[in-house]
């Protein structure tokens, strides 16, 4: 994991990461903001610029898993969120902004943002990792979750109820450029839509599995 910005959101995101026994790479022009990772940190601390291609690759980019820029500049966020996906092929890429408006300009790029007033450090990981955070909500019971699983691509320009229909799952709302609506019989799946199933845990696996597959053939 390769993060950029070594601020509050940064320094928090990489410990997380890190004590969950990841490798972690830091990013930063500052080399005192280092000191936020605190005397534990395993990882790695590069100083330089974030959208540099030798401060990346002397942090690992090559092989990284995924990639998060929250600097505390936007353009700076989304040079290097395209530059880690472009150049090196990045899987999972994330940058924070500070200006919402910006946010259906930069989706269109292909990289997913997260605007800087919803910000929290595990809906990056859910971007980065969905794999390890946990429920967003879970009844008293612990019979219904609600959680955002991942899918498969090829779903991108289906109609969500097709999505419903075939992998059996039922998406409570629907989250789009850092906004969540609720979703309609017209709605149409878009490229980096967050989809928040409610699910019931036992079936956990079975409905993941279900959207991580295509559509069906006709």
Request: proline share 4%; hydrophobic share 40%.
């Amino acid at each position: 994991m390769v993060i950029m910005g070594c601020g509050r959101v940064g320094s928090s995101l990489a410990r997380t990461l890190d004590g969950a026994g990841h490798s972690v790479a830091v990013v930063d022009q500052d080399t005192e903001s280092f000191a936020k990772l605190g005397a534990d940190f395993a990882g790695t601390t590069v100083r330089g610029i974030g959208f540099d291609r030798d401060t990346l690759l002397t942090a690992g980019i090559e092989g990284a898993h995924a990639f998060a820029a929250v600097s505390s500049g936007d353009n700076s966020n989304i040079l290097a969120a395209r530059v880690a996906r472009e150049t090196f092929a990045v899987e999972n890429v994330v940058a924070r902004i500070y200006d919402p408006r910006r946010a259906e300009v930069y989706q269109r790029l292909g990289i997913p943002t997260v605007a800087s007033v919803m910000w929290q450090t595990d809906q990056i990981l859910r971007r980065i990792l969905p794999e390890a955070v946990g429920d967003e909500w879970r009844d008293g019971s612990g019979r219904i979750a609600l959680s955002a699983l991942p899918y498969s691509e090829h779903w991108v320009g289906e109609r969500l109820t097709r999505l419903e229909r075939e992998s059996r799952a039922r998406v409570a709302f629907v989250t789009r450029y850092g906004e969540g609506f609720l979703p309609d019989a017209d709605t149409v799946v878009q490229a980096d839509d967050v989809l928040h199933v409610v699910f019931d845990p036992a079936r956990r696996d079975e409905i993941g599995g279900s959207l991580l597959a295509d559509p069906e053939v006709p």
